[in-house]
């Protein structure tokens, strides 16, 4: 705290408002000195000042030339890149509207086939009610058939049973006939 305490006293002794002024005595400025110092610099040192400005010069131009290359480059591959990515938007189109189309055809395919089995089938029930009634009317003739030829025998049985003389006709009749047929 000791080695402070002058400073700040030295600090505080200063007047205050004066600010700041240009010097103009050249000998108080140093600018002599620098001069010369700056003279001497350029002299012994330019060469090598001048080299190595060259080669800085020489690294930023070679920095500058691998950048544009390079921006050339990620430049190309951008365009490739854009072309690349309309190519696959068209294909992508491409193949949605292929899709679409497929969709639809697969579906017309669908409802057609689906028509064509609904018709086979109408017809199939069809066949199959015709050959139902077919069977229905031949068997209801059928037992209509028996049920007259069994009403018939029984008719006949009875009417022969009680009279005698129309079975003798019954019999001489079939018995020529019978004499017909074989004799043609």
């Known amino acids: 705290m000791e080695v402070w305490s002058p400073v700040i006293v030295n600090f505080m002794n200063f007047p205050l408002g ?3 002024g240009i010097n103009t005595n050249l000998l108080e400025t140093n600018v002599i000195n620098l001069a010369v110092v700056v003279g001497v610099v350029v002299y012994f040192g330019g060469d090598v000042l ?7 010069q020489e690294s930023i131009l ?4 691998d950048a544009e290359l390079r ?4 430049t190309e591959k951008l365009a490739n890149a854009k072309e690349q990515l ?10 949605r509207a292929q899709g679409v189309v497929s969709a639809e055809q697969g579906a017309k395919t669908l409802l057609e086939r689906a028509e064509e089995d609904i018709t ?3 017809e199939s029930k069809q066949a199959t009610i015709r050959v139902e009634e077919e069977k229905a009317v031949y068997q209801v ?14 008719k006949v049985k009875t009417r022969l049973a009680k009279d005698s003389s129309l079975q003798r006709r019954v019999l001489d009749l079939n018995i020529a006939l019978l004499g017909r047929i074989t004799t043609k």
């Open 62 to 65: 070679k920095s500058i030339t």
């Open 86 to 95: 309309e190519v696959a938007k068209t294909k992508a189109a491409e193949i």
């Open 71 to 74: 921006f050339q480059e990620a």
């Open 120 to 122: 086979r089938l109408e």
């Open 141 to 154: 003739c059928e037992q209509m058939s028996r049920l007259a030829l069994s009403k018939a025998m029984t």
């Open 50 to 56: 001048s080299s190595i400005l060259k080669n800085r």
């Open 18 to 20: 004066e600010g700041f």
